[in-house]
Nanobody, 125 residues
Framework: QVQLVESGGGLVQPGDSLRLSCAAS????????TGWFRQAPGKEREFVAS????????WHAESMKGRFTISRDSAKNTMFLQMNSLKPEDTTVYYC??????????????????WGQGTQVTVSS
């Protein structure tokens, strides 16, 4: 059974940076695809970025492209989200997700099978 655990969230000031991590366990992750979503209470989950575990092909939401960068360390079974130039509107819970590469559509949360419990990011002065 695949488990995903996020970490790295916290309270930062506007313009600061954070690096979120997602540790994966319980699978071989061949042909696996992972992504980051964010969701505030009462709102739909918003796509942030995704990456194919093997090969490293990436996709980024246009609204965050250039500020946020997804990456992974396959040897350590860990995915990252580098978040730069953070803004107050980036404040919310960030979730790690994953599933078979053949099934997952990057920006469609409904196509992912595995989800972490989220890590809180708060950007405030």
């Amino acid at each position: 059974q695949v488990q995903l655990v996020e970490s790295g969230g916290g309270l930062v000031q506007p313009g600061d940076s954070l690096r979120l991590s997602c540790a994966a366990s319980g699978g071989t992750f061949n042909n696996y695809k992972t992504g980051w979503f964010r969701q505030a209470p009462g709102k739909e989950r918003e796509f942030v970025a995704s990456i194919v575990w093997n090969g490293g092909n990436t996709w980024h939401a246009e609204s965050m492209k250039g500020r946020f960068t997804i990456s992974r360390d396959s040897a350590k079974n860990t995915m990252f989200l580098q978040m730069n130039s953070l803004k107050p509107e980036d404040t919310t819970v960030y979730y790690c997700a994953g599933g078979p590469a053949w099934k997952v559509i990057s920006n469609d949360a409904r196509t992912y099978d595995d989800w972490g419990q989220g890590t809180q990011v708060t950007v405030s002065s």
